[in-house]
Nanobody, 123 residues
Framework: QVQLVESGGRLVQAGGSLRLSCAAS????????VGWFRQAPGKDHECVAF????????YYADSVKGRFTISRDNAKNTVYLQMNNLKPEDTAVYLC????????????????WGQGTQVTVSS
């Protein structure tokens, strides 16, 4: 098993930037694909980005393409989500998820989840 802890969420003004971190413990994190999801009140989970095991392949939702960047530092067992030009519609709880065998933009692609970190973007 792997344990995931997100951090970095806070209140930020529109147009600002944040970097979220997903720190893993318990297993060799480089063997896991990692996805960042978000859930706004009253809405379903949305996968905003994922990165495959080696870090060479990434995916971004259209809603964040060009503004968000996912990256990983396997030496630190951490995956990052750099978020630039934030908009009020980016307000949500952001969660990271990991899996050693699957990847994709659906919740079912990941077996391990963190508790989430709140991002609030004010207009």
């Amino acid at each position: 098993q792997v344990q995931l802890v997100e951090s970095g969420g806070r209140l930020v003004q529109a147009g600002g930037s944040l970097r979220l971190s997903c720190a893993a413990s318990g297993r060799t994190f480089s063997n896991y694909a990692v996805g960042w999801f978000r859930q706004a009140p009253g809405k379903d989970h949305e996968c905003v980005a994922f990165i495959r095991w080696s870090g060479g392949s990434t995916y971004y939702a259209d809603s964040v393409k060009g503004r968000f960047t996912i990256s990983r530092d396997n030496a630190k067992n951490t995956v990052y989500l750099q978020m630039n030009n934030l908009k009020p519609e980016d307000t949500a709880v952001y969660l990271c998820a990991a899996d050693p065998r699957k990847y994709g933009n659906s919740r079912s692609a990941y077996d391990y989840w963190g508790q989430g970190t709140q991002v609030t973007v004010s207009s």
